[in-house]
């Protein structure tokens, strides 16, 4: 089995800024993601059999969108900034139609779908807990940087992703890619 998912990833260019943002929740002691690792996830399509990712890729091969322009901007959190799970990076563009696509030309493969409304991101950090005592200053600095202008890119392909779990992280392997056209 292999641990999957379908993503854009974030250009170069854009890691030393998302580095910069980061730095700024040094003190919290949350999960940071490697910058290098940073992406906007598709659909997480959990363990698949190994013999099954040659037709996944024939589907994804089959998916036809057009690049389009992606801005990064504002930082927040899920579930809500009070009860932080995940402290995300906001991504705007055409996001809505890829991911419908990519949904319904996975569907013969009876992948799950999303439980939530899908919402372009790219995740920061994990938080595994927020004391009391830094909740306020924790909350002050979302409202500060929910609107930071981090930078645009154009989303040009879409990825199959293998991620392989460490103690000391996740390693990312592309399987596949799709250029956008």
């Known amino acids: 089995m292999v641990r999957t998912f379908i993503a854009v990833d974030l250009p170069e260019e854009l890691r030393s800024r998302i580095a910069q943002i980061q730095s700024r929740f040094d003190d919290f002691k949350f999960k940071l993601v490697d910058p290098s690792l ?90 595994k807990y927020l004391p009391k005592k830094n909740k306020e200053k924790f909350l002050q600095l979302i409202e500060e940087l929910k609107d930071i202008e981090i930078g645009t890119m154009q989303a040009d392909s879409i990825r199959l992703k293998r991620s392989t779990l460490t103690p000391e992280g996740p390693l990312y392997d592309t399987l596949h890619e799709v250029r956008l056209k």
């Open 38 to 127: 940073v992406h906007i996830t598709m659909k997480f399509l959990g363990e698949v059999p190994e013999e099954q990712i040659g037709d996944i890729a024939k589907v994804m091969d089959g998916i036809s969108y057009a690049p389009f322009e992606v801005s990064l901007r504002g930082v927040g959190a899920f579930p809500k900034p009070k009860f932080a799970k995940v402290v995300w990076i906001g991504c705007e563009g055409n996001f809505d139609g890829l991911h419908r696509l990519v949904e319904e030309s996975l569907s013969p493969f009876g992948f799950r779908k999303d439980a939530h409304d899908f919402n372009a991101h790219a995740t920061l950090a994990r938080v």
